[in-house]
């Protein structure tokens, strides 16, 4: 079969033959891939970045963002059958601790895990893929078309989660949190796919959603965060120091920008009470100058919290798919136009290094 592979540390991506995987466990799905997403980390290993092979292999299968059918199950496989749509989840387990023995790789607590296209194991740019089912999540056929989207979805909806139960066990005896984020302001930094993804969740949960980005006003990106009900800033024009100033109470923050002056500065936008979730990786290792004390105090006398979050769980896989049959049925054209672009995977280098100002979502075609 055809697979994307490149040489880790290099820039060195080639289209080429490699075997095919078949069914060796009882418990395995086999799935003909449809499409593969391509964002910052694909291009990212493409330039030479983070990218671990397999023990023992010098080249390493990209891509992570997967969607395709199944075409054949193991013998014990109850819940999945033949002809179904689906993904399979990114991360697995070190087998050694305990967040990992419970399903939450997300959470591993030795930093000893895998993850399929990154990190020690095979990706998903192949025309085939074999896995698990305990890695596997259905995706209605009714949405297949967006299918590939649950990847990036699965990380704004663990940030959510996330906020949703540190607000419930804190805020519980006089707010009603199980509607927390209705009515709330959510700020979101850097409204590309992930941050775009945060946002139609966001407005499913009847936030009040404000994105941020350095774009022009007439671009797609702003253009559908309108469409849902969002508002833009853009960066250029209004400082982040003044956001709190211009949009009053900031309840929730959203950073999906990767950018560690911007992270920073955004501390000082929360509100009373409020809580920020950090999902951008930034880069680099120059030193930044902050007014420290400032900030600290602010978090103490507000009660703010801080949380990081990456990857996501099964149960925020399940929960991304949701969102994605909601969103298709309540702002149809704008979820469809996330997509911005399908690329066969004959001309995948294009779809790894095109970039243009209204991409937001490349795909590389495979069926």
């Known amino acids: 079969m055809k697979a994307i592979a490149l040489v880790p540390g290099t820039t060195t991506v080639s289209l080429k033959d490699v075997p ?21 980390t694909d291009r990212e290993q493409a330039e030479g970045g983070r990218a671990d092979a397999p023990p023992g ?5 990209i891509g992570h963002e997967m969607f395709g059918q199944v075409l054949e199950t193991g013998s014990t496989v109850e819940d999945v059958r033949k002809g179904d749509f689906g993904v ?23 930093g000893d895990y895998t993850e399929r296209g990154i990190k020690g194991a095979d990706g998903f740019q192949a025309e085939f893929v074999v896995d698990r089912e305990a890695y596997f999540v259905k995706v209605p056929g009714k949405i297949a078309e967006i299918g590939v989207l649950t990847e990036p979805m699965s990380v704004a909806a663990k940030a959510i989660d996330e906020a949703l139960r540190v607000q419930q066990a804190r805020l519980n005896a006089f707010e009603d949190t199980d509607k927390w984020f209705r009515g709330k302001k959510a700020l979101i930094a850097g409204i590309g796919p992930i941050g775009l993804m945060a946002a139609f969740a966001l407005r499913l949960r009847g936030a009040e959603v404000v994105g941020m980005d350095i774009v022009d006003e007439d671009t797609l990106r702003p253009e559908v965060l309108r469409q849902i009900g969002g508002k833009y800033i853009d960066g250029r024009i209004t400082e982040t120091r003044d956001l709190d100033e211009v949009l009053g109470q900031i309840d929730f923050v959203f950073e999906a920008a990767g950018i560690a002056k911007l992270q920073i500065q955004l501390i000082d ?31 103490v006398l507000k009660n703010q919290v801080l949380i990081g979050s990456v990857n996501a769980g099964i149960e925020h896989y399940k929960a991304a798919v949701a969102y994605l049959e909601a969103s298709l049925e309540k702002w149809p054209d704008a979820i469809r ?21 209204d991409e937001i979502k490349v795909v590389v075609e495979w069926a």
């Open 337 to 357: 136009q996330v997509i911005t672009e399908r690329i066969p995977a004959s001309d995948f280098k294009r779809a790894l290094e095109h970039h243009s100002k």
């Open 57 to 61: 292999r010098g080249e390493l299968i």
């Open 20 to 40: 095919e995987p078949a069914i060796e466990h009882t418990d395995d799905i086999k799935i003909k891939i449809s499409q593969v997403g391509i964002c910052g």
């Open 269 to 299: 936008t929360l509100g009373m009470n409020a809580i920020y979730l950090a999902t951008g990786i930034p880069a680099g290792s120059r030193p930044l100058t902050v007014n420290g004390a400032e900030l600290m105090q602010q978090l």
């Open 88 to 110: 399979f989840t990114v991360r697995r387990g070190c087998g050694k601790c305990a967040a990992c023995e419970k399903g939450r790789s997300d959470m591993c607590l030795t």
